[in-house]
């Protein structure tokens, strides 16, 4: 049976969304590679956030809602069991790499390798799941 026109505008929106996120987790690659850990790990968030949001279009048929918020998206989307709980936690850490405080060390100093290489594998393997999910939503519509 041929998709109608409504199922392949959604198909589209999810690829484009997944394409962006993949692109994100590159970025993110790239940063770790030379030693840019705090914007690793900002792109890492909006991979995981995108993806999350393309999950959502998949399961829904709409467009996902305004919000940066991962966990709130992971719920949305029931996938908060699947992500590793360091992954629901990777909005706070964003939040705090790209704003600074009052006082105390600046945003880019709080990012370690550790916390760079850690949350880089996690998204990727995040990004795989997501789109297995994708991929079962789609085949059953």
């Known amino acids: 049976m041929p998709k109608s026109f409504a199922t392949k505008r959604i198909a589209t929106q999810v690829e484009r969304w997944m394409k962006q996120a993949e692109h994100n987790l590159e970025v993110a690659r790239k940063n770790f590679d030379i030693k840019v850990y705090d914007l690793a790990i900002v792109m890492c968030e909006q991979a995981l956030e995108k993806a999350l949001k393309a999950l959502y279009i998949a399961q829904t048929g709409k467009m996902p809602p305004r919000t940066h918020a991962i966990e709130d998206l992971a719920e949305l989307t029931h996938f908060e069991t699947r992500l590793d709980k360091m992954l629901l936690e990777l ?51």
Do not use: C, W
């Not at 964003?94 to 760079?116: C, F, K, N, V």
């Not at 795989?128 to 789609?138: A, P, T």
């Open 91 to 141: 909005e706070d850490f964003y939040i705090q790499l790209r704003y600074p405080s009052a006082e105390g060390p600046m945003p880019y100093e709080l990012a370690t390798r550790e916390d760079a290489e850690r949350d880089t594998r996690m998204t990727a393997d995040a990004l795989e799941l997501i789109q297995d999910e994708i991929n079962h939503v789609q085949q059953k519509h």
